[in-house]
């Protein structure tokens, strides 16, 4: 015990040390591993929302509609967010970049929302410009609408005046006519040429987008308004041309201030260059917030390289600790295994199991020469034991050879009952179904006489229109006939199948199906009864796991039982109903009849018990029932009818497909 209590407390101080060393590396490890992760994930993070924010910046700057502008503004507007979220998380691990962080993404908003700004103005001009210059051609059409006439009118008159010089004497008031006509002409198309040219360069100003080229054509456009104001005066003495010079003016105020409209053209194309100085900016900013970002992995990496010299350090005193301890530990151990191990457990050992080889080859005579009283002695005692305990089993052995023998026997004679009485139950089933088929006979042979009735009367009226040469009635009736064969070939199918042995294996059936084949052989006997028979069923088929004869021939004995019950009624009803759950379909037999005593609840599936009058049933019905439901892996149930009226609820539960 000194020897384990030693080798033992070495053993332990040398794993508590490791394990605290260990674990404070460990601790180490996975605290410098967490901040790595984190840094990592947050500057990848930040690389990741930086990048999204280069897209959406010139998605904004470029944004043709207020939908696309606000949809970028939000997104940067959420991706701020962001940032400033992963901002106070890297703040934890580098705390003298917190406002620099901040100084930045304050920089990048305010430079956004500048942007935003200058967006909005951008579509405020465009909408200026637009309607401008829509008011620019409606004016256009209005002066060409006006100069066409007068330009015929002007030509006309040139004419007529010249003429009139020509065939009458000449006069100086003639000549000053002739003279005030043709300068009128020139003038109204010289102001004609200026207005298109003058219309042609607003519209191509608008359309440019280059400054310097804009500067260009606003010059060009001042001097043409100002040549074609030259010819205002020769248009002014004629009454004709007010609403035309009206027309130009309003024209020509698109070029002069205050309408300026190149000049608005030239502030939109100035608003321009500053949104893309403005993104231009946005991505230095962007660069510089990387930088910081990568900064911080530099420094998270420098922390880690001096905690990994750290951890070196203890790690190799640790090995050093555990590389004494374990050496200290192994001579201790073979210490105590020369000492102890060999001379006070091996040999006695030894001897103890060469004398269990001996008892286990079958000399049960041996004798255990090892004593004491130390765990090895105790097992030469339970050896010796054994060998006590083995004498007696080899005799009780032979015992439970005779004892086999005779259960063996046992269980072929209990096997050989079984196997009779399934097929007991199999003849009861049988017998069953043609008792049913007797009690049914009546109504089969109506079945069979009333269609036999009308293929007679069918025969005879084919005969009679074949002899007329009706062979369109004579085809009818044959086709009637035809009809008639299949209704019995139908009826005594399933007469044949209901009377057939019931297989052993279960299939896929629909229920409704196999409850109107069993109702079908008691039609005539309803129709007789005067019974109300009501029907609630599924829209659709409902299949069942069952065999079918034998689920037929249990449904037929419920309907058989409840029509007993309603026999002596004046108003019987039969209600027949199927429902479904997840896994379960359920059959429904109800009548209204008269019921049984809650007394003989407990008797109703015992053999040979009934509680019709003596020669209308033998009690074995309902008995066999349960026992073919059962087998079918399902169950039936027969309550009283919860109807004031009294009468019998008969279930049957079935697993569905």
Known sequence: MLSVVVIASVSVIATTISNLTLGGVSQTVADLASENLAVTATSAR???????????????????????????????????????????????????????????????????????????????????????????????????????????????????????????????????????????????????????????????????????????????????????????????????????????????????????????????????????????????????????????????????????????????????????????????????????????LLQRLMRVLSSMQIIADGNFAHR??????????????????????????????????????????????????????????????????????????????????QPLAALSSYNHNASLYLERGEHDKCLEKLEDIDRLVKRLSKTSNHLKSFARRPQEAVTKHDGIEVLENALSLFEERIARNGVLLKRAYPDGPVYVLTDPAKLEQVLVNLISNALDAVEELKEPVLHLAIAETDRRAVITVEDNGVGFAPDVSDKLFEPFFTTKPPGKGLGLGLSISFNVIRDLGGRLKVLPSQDEHGGTIATVELFKT
């Open 368 to 449: 255990v020469l090892v004593d004491g009283k130390d765990e090895i002695g105790q097992l030469a005692d339970a050896v010796r034991l054994f060998r006590h305990k083995s004498q007696a089993l080899e005799t009780h052995a032979e015992a439970l050879e005779d004892t086999n023998a005779e259960l063996r026997s046992e269980i072929v004679l209990r096997q050989q009952a079984e196997q009779d009485l399934r097929e007991t139950q199999a003849e009861l089933l049988q017998a069953a179904k043609l008792a049913a088929l007797g009690q049914l006979s009546a109504s089969i042979a109506h079945e069979f006489n």
């Open 46 to 344: 930040f690389a990741e929302i930086g990048q999204i924010i280069r897209v959406d910046t010139p998605r904004l700057g470029s944004a043709s509609t207020q939908y696309a502008r606000q949809d970028a503004l939000d997104s940067l507007q959420a991706h701020f967010q962001d940032l400033h979220v992963l901002s106070l998380e890297l703040a934890t691990y580098a705390p003298d970049l917190t406002e620099k962080l901040a100084q930045l993404l304050d920089d990048l908003m305010t430079n956004v929302e500048q942007l935003d700004a200058n967006v909005a103005t951008k579509f405020e001009m465009r909408d200026n410009l637009s309607r401008q210059v829509a008011r620019i051609n409606r004016l256009h059409s209005d002066f060409l609408l006006e100069v066409d006439p007068l330009l015929v009118d002007a030509n006309f008159n040139v004419t007529s005046a010249i003429d009139q010089s020509f065939t009458s004497p000449s006069t100086d008031v003639q000549v000053d006519t002739v003279v005030n006509e043709v300068r009128f002409t020139e003038a109204l198309g010289r102001l004609h040429a200026a207005c298109n040219l003058i219309v042609g360069l607003m519209l191509r100003a608008v359309g440019e987008d280059d400054f310097g080229a804009i500067e260009q054509l606003r010059l060009r456009l001042l001097e043409s308004i100002s040549e074609a104001n030259e010819n205002l005066p020769a248009l002014q003495q004629n009454s004709s041309s007010i609403t035309l010079l009206q027309i130009w003016h309003e024209i020509a105020s698109y070029g002069e201030t205050p309408r300026d409209l190149l000049e608005l053209k030239l502030r939109e194309t100035a608003l321009l260059r500053q949104n893309a100085q403005l993104q231009d900016e946005n991505a230095v900013l962007l660069e510089t917030l990387g930088g910081l970002v990568a900064d911080t992995v530099r420094e998270s990496g420098q922390r880690t390289e001096n905690v990994s010299l750290q951890i070196e350090r203890e790690v190799r005193s640790g090995q050093l600790f555990g590389l004494l301890a374990g050496t200290t530990t192994v001579g201790l151990l073979i210490l105590f295994s020369v000492i102890f191990i060999r001379g006070q």
